[in-house]
Protein backbone atom coordinates (compact mmCIF):
# COMPACT_ATOMS: atom_id res chain seq x y z
CA UNK A 1 0.00 0.00 0.00
CA UNK A 2 3.00 2.11 0.65
CA UNK A 3 3.93 1.98 -2.30
CA UNK A 4 0.97 2.64 -4.55
CA UNK A 5 0.55 5.94 -1.92
CA UNK A 6 4.38 6.81 -3.23
CA UNK A 7 3.68 6.27 -6.65
CA UNK A 8 -0.11 8.10 -6.91
CA UNK A 9 -0.30 10.82 -4.30
CA UNK A 10 1.48 14.21 -3.88
CA UNK A 11 3.50 13.74 -1.13
CA UNK A 12 5.53 17.75 -0.22
CA UNK A 13 8.49 17.06 1.85
CA UNK A 14 10.47 18.83 4.14
CA UNK A 15 13.68 20.02 2.03
CA UNK A 16 16.05 19.57 4.72
CA UNK A 17 14.47 15.56 4.17
CA UNK A 18 16.02 16.06 0.96
CA UNK A 19 19.23 17.95 0.56
CA UNK A 20 22.75 16.58 1.43
CA UNK A 21 25.03 17.67 4.39
CA UNK A 22 26.88 19.23 1.83
CA UNK A 23 24.43 21.16 -0.09
CA UNK A 24 22.90 22.65 3.24
CA UNK A 25 25.98 24.09 4.06
CA UNK A 26 26.65 25.36 0.64
CA UNK A 27 22.79 26.78 1.61
CA UNK A 28 24.48 28.28 4.70
CA UNK A 29 27.38 29.86 2.92
CA UNK A 30 25.02 31.39 0.43
CA UNK A 31 22.98 33.02 3.07
CA UNK A 32 26.09 35.00 4.47
CA UNK A 33 26.91 36.71 1.15
CA UNK A 34 22.81 37.38 1.36
CA UNK A 35 22.96 38.74 5.07
CA UNK A 36 26.07 41.31 3.39
CA UNK A 37 23.62 41.92 0.58
CA UNK A 38 20.91 42.97 3.39
CA UNK A 39 22.73 45.25 5.41
CA UNK A 40 24.36 47.28 2.34
CA UNK A 41 21.11 47.41 0.52
CA UNK A 42 18.19 49.20 3.18
CA UNK A 43 17.26 51.49 -0.13
CA UNK A 44 16.63 50.98 -3.58
CA UNK A 45 19.31 53.74 -3.69
CA UNK A 46 22.31 52.13 -2.21
CA UNK A 47 20.98 48.60 -3.68
CA UNK A 48 21.75 49.75 -7.00
CA UNK A 49 25.33 51.50 -5.83
CA UNK A 50 26.01 48.00 -4.74
CA UNK A 51 24.85 45.87 -7.32
CA UNK A 52 26.61 47.78 -9.51
CA UNK A 53 30.17 47.79 -7.40
CA UNK A 54 29.41 43.66 -7.43
CA UNK A 55 28.56 43.35 -10.96
CA UNK A 56 32.18 45.66 -11.99
CA UNK A 57 33.48 42.91 -9.58
CA UNK A 58 31.88 40.28 -11.37
CA UNK A 59 32.79 42.20 -14.91
CA UNK A 60 30.36 43.63 -15.67
CA UNK A 61 29.92 47.30 -17.98
CA UNK A 62 27.73 50.13 -17.96
CA UNK A 63 25.58 49.53 -21.13
CA UNK A 64 26.37 52.93 -23.76
CA UNK A 65 23.61 53.79 -26.33
CA UNK A 66 25.42 52.54 -29.41
CA UNK A 67 28.01 50.33 -28.45
CA UNK A 68 28.67 46.76 -30.22
CA UNK A 69 28.75 43.33 -27.94
CA UNK A 70 29.05 39.69 -28.11
CA UNK A 71 28.23 36.46 -26.66
CA UNK A 72 29.53 36.20 -23.06
CA UNK A 73 29.70 40.17 -22.44
CA UNK A 74 27.88 41.47 -19.08
CA UNK A 75 26.09 44.48 -19.13
CA UNK A 76 24.07 46.69 -17.25
CA UNK A 77 21.69 49.44 -17.40
CA UNK A 78 21.51 51.18 -14.33
CA UNK A 79 18.51 53.67 -14.23
CA UNK A 80 18.84 56.63 -12.89
CA UNK A 81 20.32 55.09 -9.43
CA UNK A 82 16.92 53.36 -8.59
CA UNK A 83 16.79 50.29 -10.79
CA UNK A 84 19.21 48.24 -13.03
CA UNK A 85 19.14 45.56 -15.61
CA UNK A 86 22.05 43.28 -16.24
CA UNK A 87 22.48 41.11 -18.76
CA UNK A 88 25.15 37.88 -19.87
CA UNK A 89 24.39 37.86 -23.75
CA UNK A 90 24.38 34.53 -24.68
CA UNK A 91 25.00 32.10 -27.51
CA UNK A 92 21.88 32.32 -29.50
CA UNK A 93 20.57 35.42 -31.51
CA UNK A 94 18.31 37.66 -29.11
CA UNK A 95 15.16 36.56 -31.07
CA UNK A 96 15.29 33.31 -30.06
CA UNK A 97 14.27 35.38 -26.52
CA UNK A 98 15.80 35.65 -23.05
CA UNK A 99 15.54 34.24 -19.42
CA UNK A 100 14.99 37.12 -16.93
CA UNK A 101 14.67 37.14 -13.41
CA UNK A 102 12.71 39.84 -12.09
CA UNK A 103 12.83 41.05 -8.32
CA UNK A 104 12.46 44.70 -6.87
CA UNK A 105 14.35 46.36 -4.23
CA UNK A 106 12.51 48.86 -3.20
CA UNK A 107 10.70 48.10 0.50
CA UNK A 108 8.42 49.03 2.11
CA UNK A 109 9.13 52.53 4.71
CA UNK A 110 8.72 55.87 5.80
CA UNK A 111 9.47 58.53 3.32
CA UNK A 112 10.26 62.22 4.44
CA UNK A 113 7.50 64.80 3.29
CA UNK A 114 8.90 67.69 1.20
CA UNK A 115 8.73 70.30 4.01
CA UNK A 116 9.04 67.41 6.78
CA UNK A 117 11.30 69.67 9.85
CA UNK A 118 9.02 70.87 13.05
CA UNK A 119 9.03 71.51 16.78
CA UNK A 120 6.43 70.98 19.14
CA UNK A 121 6.66 71.11 23.02
CA UNK A 122 10.45 72.21 22.21
CA UNK A 123 10.96 68.33 20.28
CA UNK A 124 12.11 68.29 16.99
CA UNK A 125 9.98 66.07 14.58
CA UNK A 126 10.36 64.82 10.14
CA UNK A 127 6.82 64.72 9.39
CA UNK A 128 6.65 61.14 6.78
CA UNK A 129 4.16 59.70 4.45
CA UNK A 130 4.28 55.72 4.27
CA UNK A 131 5.58 54.15 1.19
CA UNK A 132 4.04 50.45 0.19
CA UNK A 133 1.94 48.54 2.47
CA UNK A 134 2.57 48.65 6.38
CA UNK A 135 0.56 47.89 9.50
CA UNK A 136 1.53 51.13 11.15
CA UNK A 137 1.80 49.87 14.49
CA UNK A 138 4.72 48.32 13.82
CA UNK A 139 6.63 51.33 13.23
CA UNK A 140 6.57 53.28 16.61
CA UNK A 141 9.26 52.36 18.82
CA UNK A 142 12.18 50.47 17.12
CA UNK A 143 15.00 52.38 15.98
CA UNK A 144 15.10 54.27 12.40
CA UNK A 145 18.02 55.04 10.25
CA UNK A 146 17.68 57.41 7.72
CA UNK A 147 18.93 57.69 3.91
CA UNK A 148 18.61 60.76 1.89
CA UNK A 149 19.74 62.23 -1.75
CA UNK A 150 19.55 65.88 -1.79
CA UNK A 151 19.82 68.19 -4.81
CA UNK A 152 20.59 71.52 -3.81
CA UNK A 153 20.06 74.82 -5.73
CA UNK A 154 22.82 75.04 -7.79
CA UNK A 155 22.03 71.41 -8.95
CA UNK A 156 24.35 69.59 -7.45
CA UNK A 157 23.67 66.49 -5.45
CA UNK A 158 24.31 65.45 -1.49
CA UNK A 159 23.75 61.96 -0.04
CA UNK A 160 23.15 61.58 3.51
CA UNK A 161 22.98 58.42 5.32
CA UNK A 162 22.68 58.67 9.27
CA UNK A 163 21.51 55.62 11.25
CA UNK A 164 23.82 52.45 10.19
CA UNK A 165 27.23 53.85 11.02
CA UNK A 166 28.85 51.79 14.86
CA UNK A 167 28.06 55.21 16.36
CA UNK A 168 25.92 57.28 14.55
CA UNK A 169 23.02 58.72 16.08
CA UNK A 170 19.34 56.72 15.48
CA UNK A 171 15.93 58.11 15.30
CA UNK A 172 12.73 57.24 16.36
CA UNK A 173 8.91 57.54 16.24
CA UNK A 174 7.34 57.61 19.70
CA UNK A 175 4.69 55.14 21.33
CA UNK A 176 2.20 55.84 24.46
CA UNK A 177 2.70 54.34 27.79
CA UNK A 178 0.14 51.85 28.53
CA UNK A 179 -0.41 54.02 31.89
CA UNK A 180 -1.84 56.35 29.70
CA UNK A 181 -3.12 53.83 26.63
CA UNK A 182 -6.42 53.53 28.39
CA UNK A 183 -8.81 55.17 25.09
CA UNK A 184 -5.48 54.30 22.59
CA UNK A 185 -6.37 50.63 23.51
CA UNK A 186 -10.06 50.85 22.72
CA UNK A 187 -9.60 52.08 19.10
CA UNK A 188 -9.18 49.52 16.13
CA UNK A 189 -5.62 49.27 14.77
CA UNK A 190 -5.86 51.97 11.73
CA UNK A 191 -7.55 54.50 14.15
CA UNK A 192 -4.76 54.11 16.74
CA UNK A 193 -2.15 54.34 14.25
CA UNK A 194 -2.47 57.04 11.78
CA UNK A 195 -0.29 58.25 8.90
CA UNK A 196 -0.45 61.73 9.86
CA UNK A 197 0.87 60.33 13.66
CA UNK A 198 4.30 58.79 12.03
CA UNK A 199 5.93 61.80 13.52
CA UNK A 200 9.76 60.90 13.47
CA UNK A 201 11.53 62.08 16.78
CA UNK A 202 14.97 64.67 15.72
CA UNK A 203 16.33 66.21 18.36
CA UNK A 204 16.19 67.63 21.54
CA UNK A 205 18.71 70.67 21.92
CA UNK A 206 17.87 74.15 22.07
CA UNK A 207 20.15 76.13 20.03
CA UNK A 208 21.81 78.45 22.56
CA UNK A 209 21.84 81.45 20.20
CA UNK A 210 18.36 81.46 18.90
CA UNK A 211 15.89 83.61 20.65
CA UNK A 212 11.96 82.49 20.89
CA UNK A 213 10.46 79.83 19.14
CA UNK A 214 11.99 76.84 17.20
CA UNK A 215 15.18 76.77 18.79
CA UNK A 216 15.29 73.06 18.89
CA UNK A 217 14.39 73.31 14.93
CA UNK A 218 17.00 75.47 14.52
CA UNK A 219 20.12 72.51 16.41
CA UNK A 220 18.50 70.14 13.27
CA UNK A 221 19.25 72.90 11.06
CA UNK A 222 22.76 73.98 12.27
CA UNK A 223 23.53 70.19 12.85
CA UNK A 224 22.20 69.33 8.73
CA UNK A 225 24.26 72.64 7.68
CA UNK A 226 27.54 72.50 8.93
CA UNK A 227 27.59 68.39 8.05
CA UNK A 228 26.00 68.59 4.49
CA UNK A 229 25.25 72.37 3.75
CA UNK A 230 21.54 71.88 3.53
CA UNK A 231 19.15 74.80 4.36
CA UNK A 232 15.56 73.68 5.16
CA UNK A 233 14.27 74.36 1.58
CA UNK A 234 16.49 71.41 0.10
CA UNK A 235 14.08 69.59 1.92
CA UNK A 236 11.81 70.18 -1.36
CA UNK A 237 14.05 69.14 -3.90
CA UNK A 238 15.06 65.85 -1.35
CA UNK A 239 14.21 62.30 -1.30
CA UNK A 240 14.77 60.81 2.66
CA UNK A 241 13.72 57.16 3.59
CA UNK A 242 13.11 56.26 7.15
CA UNK A 243 13.75 52.37 7.55
CA UNK A 244 14.39 49.75 10.42
CA UNK A 245 18.11 50.14 12.05
CA UNK A 246 18.78 47.00 12.80
CA UNK A 247 21.32 44.41 10.36
CA UNK A 248 20.39 40.74 9.44
CA UNK A 249 20.61 38.03 11.97
CA UNK A 250 20.41 34.43 11.99
CA UNK A 251 17.16 33.31 13.62
CA UNK A 252 16.57 29.80 15.77
CA UNK A 253 18.27 27.93 17.55
CA UNK A 254 19.29 26.23 14.85
CA UNK A 255 20.39 29.16 12.84
CA UNK A 256 17.97 27.64 10.12
CA UNK A 257 15.79 31.46 9.31
CA UNK A 258 17.32 35.34 9.10
CA UNK A 259 15.71 37.84 10.28
CA UNK A 260 16.09 41.42 8.75
CA UNK A 261 14.19 44.16 6.99
CA UNK A 262 12.83 44.00 3.58
CA UNK A 263 13.37 40.44 2.54
CA UNK A 264 11.25 41.42 0.41
CA UNK A 265 12.04 41.56 -2.37
CA UNK A 266 15.76 41.58 -1.76
CA UNK A 267 15.70 37.80 -1.16
CA UNK A 268 15.28 37.15 -4.85
CA UNK A 269 16.88 39.87 -5.61
CA UNK A 270 20.05 39.01 -4.84
CA UNK A 271 19.09 35.26 -5.67
CA UNK A 272 18.58 36.80 -9.52
CA UNK A 273 22.04 38.87 -8.84
CA UNK A 274 24.19 35.76 -7.55
CA UNK A 275 22.65 33.31 -10.14
CA UNK A 276 23.20 36.25 -13.13
CA UNK A 277 26.97 36.97 -12.08
CA UNK A 278 27.59 32.83 -12.13
CA UNK A 279 26.47 32.52 -15.45
CA UNK A 280 29.34 33.00 -18.17
CA UNK A 281 27.95 31.92 -21.61
CA UNK A 282 24.63 30.98 -21.58
CA UNK A 283 22.67 29.91 -24.44
CA UNK A 284 19.53 32.46 -23.81
CA UNK A 285 20.86 35.67 -22.81
CA UNK A 286 20.38 35.75 -19.33
CA UNK A 287 18.61 39.10 -17.69
CA UNK A 288 18.16 40.41 -14.38
CA UNK A 289 16.48 43.21 -13.43
CA UNK A 290 16.32 44.84 -10.16
CA UNK A 291 13.31 47.42 -9.87
CA UNK A 292 11.82 49.94 -8.22
CA UNK A 293 8.31 50.83 -7.21
CA UNK A 294 7.26 47.58 -7.01
CA UNK A 295 5.76 48.36 -3.38
CA UNK A 296 3.56 51.12 -4.86
CA UNK A 297 2.31 49.48 -8.10
CA UNK A 298 5.27 49.36 -10.35
CA UNK A 299 4.37 52.90 -11.42
CA UNK A 300 7.35 55.45 -11.99
CA UNK A 301 9.89 56.05 -14.49
CA UNK A 302 12.28 53.28 -12.92
CA UNK A 303 9.26 51.03 -12.11
CA UNK A 304 8.21 47.79 -14.17
CA UNK A 305 5.63 49.55 -16.13
CA UNK A 306 8.29 51.57 -17.34
CA UNK A 307 9.36 52.05 -20.84
CA UNK A 308 12.96 51.80 -19.91
CA UNK A 309 13.00 48.08 -20.11
CA UNK A 310 12.49 48.16 -23.50
CA UNK A 311 14.83 50.99 -23.88
CA UNK A 312 17.45 48.52 -22.59
CA UNK A 313 16.42 44.96 -24.37
CA UNK A 314 15.11 47.07 -27.37
CA UNK A 315 18.90 48.50 -28.03
CA UNK A 316 20.63 45.35 -27.55
CA UNK A 317 17.93 43.93 -29.94
CA UNK A 318 18.13 47.10 -32.57
CA UNK A 319 22.16 46.43 -32.77
CA UNK A 320 21.56 43.06 -33.80
CA UNK A 321 18.70 43.35 -36.32
CA UNK A 322 16.24 42.03 -34.01
CA UNK A 323 12.64 43.02 -33.45
CA UNK A 324 11.98 43.52 -29.74
CA UNK A 325 8.61 41.85 -30.20
CA UNK A 326 9.72 38.81 -31.24
CA UNK A 327 12.78 38.72 -28.48
CA UNK A 328 9.41 39.36 -25.96
CA UNK A 329 7.81 36.36 -27.78
CA UNK A 330 10.45 33.46 -27.01
CA UNK A 331 11.17 35.14 -23.86
CA UNK A 332 10.74 33.69 -20.31
CA UNK A 333 10.20 35.75 -17.04
CA UNK A 334 10.58 34.58 -13.09
CA UNK A 335 9.08 37.46 -11.45
CA UNK A 336 11.01 36.37 -8.87
CA UNK A 337 9.06 38.18 -5.62
CA UNK A 338 8.37 36.81 -1.80
CA UNK A 339 4.95 35.19 -0.58
CA UNK A 340 3.63 34.77 2.45
CA UNK A 341 4.57 31.87 4.64
CA UNK A 342 2.06 29.81 6.44
CA UNK A 343 2.33 30.78 10.00
CA UNK A 344 0.67 28.68 12.73
CA UNK A 345 -0.21 31.56 14.82
CA UNK A 346 -2.79 32.92 12.31
CA UNK A 347 -3.86 29.37 10.61
CA UNK A 348 -7.39 31.18 10.01
CA UNK A 349 -6.56 33.10 6.95
CA UNK A 350 -4.59 30.33 5.10
CA UNK A 351 -5.80 27.36 3.24
CA UNK A 352 -2.91 24.74 4.59
CA UNK A 353 -2.81 22.57 1.41
CA UNK A 354 -1.96 25.62 -1.18
CA UNK A 355 -0.01 27.76 1.45
CA UNK A 356 3.70 27.98 0.86
CA UNK A 357 5.69 26.60 3.92
CA UNK A 358 9.09 27.73 5.47
CA UNK A 359 11.55 25.10 4.00
CA UNK A 360 9.48 23.49 1.27
CA UNK A 361 11.70 25.10 -1.50
CA UNK A 362 11.09 28.47 -3.76
CA UNK A 363 7.69 29.04 -4.22
CA UNK A 364 5.83 29.28 -7.46
CA UNK A 365 2.90 31.13 -7.75
CA UNK A 366 0.46 30.38 -10.77
CA UNK A 367 -1.21 33.67 -9.99
CA UNK A 368 -1.78 36.39 -7.37
CA UNK A 369 -4.14 39.20 -7.44
CA UNK A 370 -7.54 39.07 -5.03
CA UNK A 371 -10.96 37.64 -5.49
CA UNK A 372 -11.40 36.12 -8.40
CA UNK A 373 -7.50 36.13 -9.08
CA UNK A 374 -8.45 39.87 -10.33
CA UNK A 375 -4.69 41.27 -10.77
CA UNK A 376 -3.00 38.70 -11.56
CA UNK A 377 -1.46 36.86 -14.70
CA UNK A 378 -2.40 33.50 -14.52
CA UNK A 379 0.48 31.62 -16.26
CA UNK A 380 -0.70 28.56 -17.87
CA UNK A 381 -0.42 25.01 -16.95
CA UNK A 382 2.66 25.01 -20.21
CA UNK A 383 4.47 27.37 -18.26
CA UNK A 384 4.60 25.84 -14.77
CA UNK A 385 4.76 22.46 -16.45
CA UNK A 386 8.51 23.57 -18.02
CA UNK A 387 9.39 24.57 -14.72
CA UNK A 388 8.65 21.42 -12.84
CA UNK A 389 10.24 19.70 -15.34
CA UNK A 390 13.49 22.17 -15.34
CA UNK A 391 13.30 22.53 -11.50
CA UNK A 392 13.47 18.33 -11.76
CA UNK A 393 16.08 17.88 -13.32
CA UNK A 394 18.53 20.81 -11.97
CA UNK A 395 17.50 19.81 -8.29
CA UNK A 396 15.62 22.76 -7.47
CA UNK A 397 13.31 22.01 -4.45
CA UNK A 398 9.75 23.60 -4.98
CA UNK A 399 6.26 23.89 -3.75
CA UNK A 400 3.07 25.80 -5.44
CA UNK A 401 1.59 28.72 -3.76
CA UNK A 402 -1.56 30.99 -3.56
CA UNK A 403 -1.64 34.20 -1.05
CA UNK A 404 -3.76 32.97 1.87
CA UNK A 405 -7.48 32.08 1.61
CA UNK A 406 -9.93 32.82 -0.93
CA UNK A 407 -11.34 36.28 -0.31
CA UNK A 408 -8.94 36.86 2.47
CA UNK A 409 -7.02 39.59 0.49
CA UNK A 410 -4.24 39.56 -2.10
CA UNK A 411 -1.77 40.99 -3.62
CA UNK A 412 0.15 41.07 -7.18
CA UNK A 413 3.90 41.56 -8.21
CA UNK A 414 5.63 42.49 -11.20
CA UNK A 415 4.56 39.89 -13.49
CA UNK A 416 1.63 41.29 -14.78
CA UNK A 417 3.66 43.89 -16.61
CA UNK A 418 5.99 41.43 -17.58
CA UNK A 419 2.89 38.89 -18.86
CA UNK A 420 1.52 42.08 -20.81
CA UNK A 421 5.01 42.71 -22.38
CA UNK A 422 3.83 38.97 -24.60
CA UNK A 423 6.60 37.68 -22.19
CA UNK A 424 5.55 34.40 -20.49
CA UNK A 425 5.76 34.78 -16.62
CA UNK A 426 5.53 32.67 -13.69
CA UNK A 427 5.67 33.85 -10.03
CA UNK A 428 8.68 32.31 -7.93
CA UNK A 429 10.06 33.53 -4.91
CA UNK A 430 10.71 33.28 -0.99
CA UNK A 431 8.35 32.50 1.53
CA UNK A 432 8.28 35.03 4.40
CA UNK A 433 6.67 35.37 7.88
CA UNK A 434 5.75 38.53 8.93
CA UNK A 435 5.69 40.13 5.63
CA UNK A 436 6.35 43.73 5.26
CA UNK A 437 7.10 44.25 9.17
CA UNK A 438 9.86 46.51 9.74
CA UNK A 439 11.54 42.55 10.97
CA UNK A 440 11.23 39.95 8.38
CA UNK A 441 11.79 36.41 8.38
CA UNK A 442 12.72 34.02 5.92
CA UNK A 443 14.47 30.57 5.82
CA UNK A 444 17.66 30.12 4.18
CA UNK A 445 16.63 26.87 2.35
CA UNK A 446 14.31 28.47 0.70
CA UNK A 447 16.56 31.70 0.06
CA UNK A 448 18.91 29.40 -1.83
CA UNK A 449 16.20 27.44 -3.60
CA UNK A 450 14.97 30.67 -5.38
CA UNK A 451 18.66 31.01 -6.47
CA UNK A 452 18.99 27.49 -7.75
CA UNK A 453 15.50 28.24 -9.30
CA UNK A 454 16.92 31.43 -11.31
CA UNK A 455 20.23 30.07 -12.02
CA UNK A 456 18.59 26.76 -13.32
CA UNK A 457 16.49 29.31 -15.86
CA UNK A 458 19.73 31.31 -16.71
CA UNK A 459 21.68 28.03 -17.86
CA UNK A 460 17.70 26.37 -19.49
MN1 LIG B 1 7.58 41.98 -3.28
MN1 LIG C 1 5.83 43.69 -0.97
Not at 83 to 106: C, E, F, K, Q, Y
Not at 160 to 165: F, T
Not at 174 to 201: R, V, Y
Not at 300 to 316: D, H, N, P, R, Y
Request: a negative charge; glycine letters at 8%.
Amino acid sequence: MADKKEKLFYQQKNAYDLISEEERKACYDYCEGYKEFLDNCKTERIGVKYTVALAENAGFKPYVPGMDFKVGDRLYYNSRGKAVILAVIGTRPLGDGINISAAHIDSPRLDLKSVPLYEDSELAFFKTHYYGGIKKYQWVAIPLELYGTVVLKDGSTVDVSIGAGPDDPQFVITDLLPHLSADQMKKTLTEAFTGEGLNILIASRPDKETEGSDRVKMTVMTILNEKYGIIEEDFLSAEFEAVPAYNARDLGLDRSMIGAYGHDDRSCAYAGLTALMETESPEKTAVCILADKEEIGSEGVTGMKSQGFEWFIGALCEKKGVRLEDCFANSFCLSADVCNAFDPNYPEVSEKRNNAKINYGTALMKFTGSRGKSGSSDASAETIGKLRTLFEKEGVIWQMAELGKVDQGGGGTVAMFMAQRNIETVDSGVPVLSMHAPYEIVSKIDCYMTYKAIKALYNS
